[in-house]
């Protein structure tokens, strides 16, 4: 059968506003319109699993298109761990994994009175860059002990987030780590105290054979090396600098996604040199209309490629991966929304 992934992470209903600029404190302002969609960056990921592991069925109109013999025929099985209120939002979130074939028995209820996680988004029409207020909910209820194991035989890859309590995260990071399942961690958003970025550090750094995909954007990246800002990122010398960082902890892939400058990434072959990693230049497009699920599609396309080449038996091709990660963000950033503007397989080109 196809190669199975697990994500376990977060599941938002985003609210959405579009706006011709941000409000300045005590402004009140119109805006140019309204979206309640879902998101949140585990489910995010795991749609984004599932749709570019498989073709369109409709048009952009909403036209059936006539099946091919790749059409429907998914090339990865995706399952999603993780927890939702006992709500209208939470019966949504959940139906839609559904219906883009996503394996949600280990998505969970959360107990009565906990609402499901929301997140508020303003997004810069001239810029299409967004600002996010998280409301956790459901997501900081979810127990990974109360579920059956989150890497069943025959998962290819693991993926995390942090839009659920730290403890949850390390805990699956060491239940994959024991049976052997390679994890792509995302760590966003990026850990807020020290202490939560020395415990995520310590988990990975301590396993054998080390964490297989980092993968993060400048922020993130700058709240995980200590010492290190994110103007340090402008220069490839601080580029190298934090990708050796990780690479000394033992990560084998580092990939750093720089917005409208590329991408960074290093491999374990270059562990130990003076200068590491390679910069792709970003993908030119047209017009930037919402970056929201940019990242998650990214993530999402790059776990398929780690998968397609384990299940082959093929050696993984990092460059490649990012090149074609790189590809299928360019499409979620010219399309409003998170889910919805993830691209299908045959969308990416
Ligand atoms: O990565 C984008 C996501 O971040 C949004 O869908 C929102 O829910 C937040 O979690
Ligand atoms: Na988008």
Redesign the pocket.
């Known amino acids: 059968g196809p190669p199975r992934i697990t994500v376990l992470g ?1 599941l ?1 209903m ?1 609210l959405v506003s579009y706006v011709s600029h941000h409000p300045e404190p005590g402004e009140t302002m119109t805006s140019n319109g309204f979206a309640v969609s879902p ?3 585990g489910a ?1 990921q795991a749609i984004a699993c599932a749709k570019l592991s498989r073709e369109r069925t409709v048009d952009q109109q909403g036209k059936p298109i006539a099946p091919t013999a790749s059409t429907s025929a998914p090339t990865a099985h995706v399952a999603m761990a993780g927890a939702v209120g006992d709500d209208v939002y939470g019966t949504t979130l959940r139906a839609n994994l559904a219906a883009h074939g996503i394996d949600v028995s280990a998505v969970q209820t959360a107990p009565a009175g906990v609402p499901s996680g929301v ?1 508020v ?1 303003v997004v810069d029409e001239p810029t299409g860059q967004n600002r ?1 207020i ?1 409301s956790p909910g459901a997501n900081y209820q979810i127990d990974t002990t109360k579920s059956a194991s989150l890497v069943p035989a025959g998962t290819q890859l693991l993926i995390l987030q942090l ?1 659920i309590p730290l403890e949850q995260v390390l805990r699956a990071l060491q239940e994959a780590c024991a049976a052997g399942v390679p994890v792509l961690l995302n760590p ?1 958003p990026a850990p807020a105290t020290e202490e939560a970025r020395a415990k995520l550090e310590a988990t990975f750094a301590d396993q054998a054979p080390g964490l297989a995909h980092l993968v993060l954007n400048e922020t993130e990246t700058a709240a995980m090396v200590p010492g290190l800002t994110v103007a340090d990122l402008d220069t490839q010398a601080g580029l190298s600098r934090a990708a050796s960082y990780f690479l000394a902890r033992g990560v084998q892939n580092v990939v750093m996604t720089l917005g409208g400058r590329g991408v960074y990434f290093a491999t374990a072959a270059e562990r130990g040199k003076e200068v590491v990693g390679e910069l792709l230049q970003p993908e030119k497009v047209k017009q930037v209309v919402d970056t ?2 940019a ?2 599609t990214f993530a999402g396309q790059y776990a398929l490629e780690a998968v397609y080449a384990s299940a082959a038996g093929t050696a993984f091709d990092c460059a490649a991966a990012v090149r074609k990660s790189n590809r299928a963000a360019a499409v979620t950033v010219q399309r409003k929304g ?1 889910q919805e503007s993830i691209p299908w397989r045959d969308e990416v080109v």
Do not use: F, R, Y
């Open positions: 977060s938002n985003d998101g949140g960056k995010n997140a988004i996010i998280l839009e966003a929201t699920g990242g998650d998170a």
